[in-house]
């Protein structure tokens, strides 16, 4: 879409286009890091080894 614009001359309808979707995506990655916060804090509330689990899994060997 965005190439087609740009072939037909619509620089400003391309530009409108990436803004949008710009603000899509960090709309959705702010409520998808919003949910798992306040899951995590639920979670952690309710399992109270999963605090000690992310306390020390920095630590933890990756390999």
């Known amino acids: ?3 087609l614009c740009l072939q037909l ?3 400003t309808l391309g530009a409108a286009l990436v ?3 710009s603000i899509g995506l ?3 990655l702010v409520k998808v890091g919003a949910a ?3 899951s ?3 979670a952690s509330s309710r399992f109270t080894w999963l605090s000690t689990l992310a ?3 920095p630590y ?3 390999d």
């Open 40 to 42: 995590m804090r639920h």
């Open 19 to 21: 803004f949008c979707f």
């Open 1 to 3: 879409m965005l190439l």
């Open 26 to 28: 960090a709309i959705t």
């Open 55 to 57: 306390r020390r899994a």
């Open 9 to 11: 001359k619509e620089i």
């Open 36 to 38: 798992a916060t306040i």
């Open 60 to 62: 933890s060997p990756a």
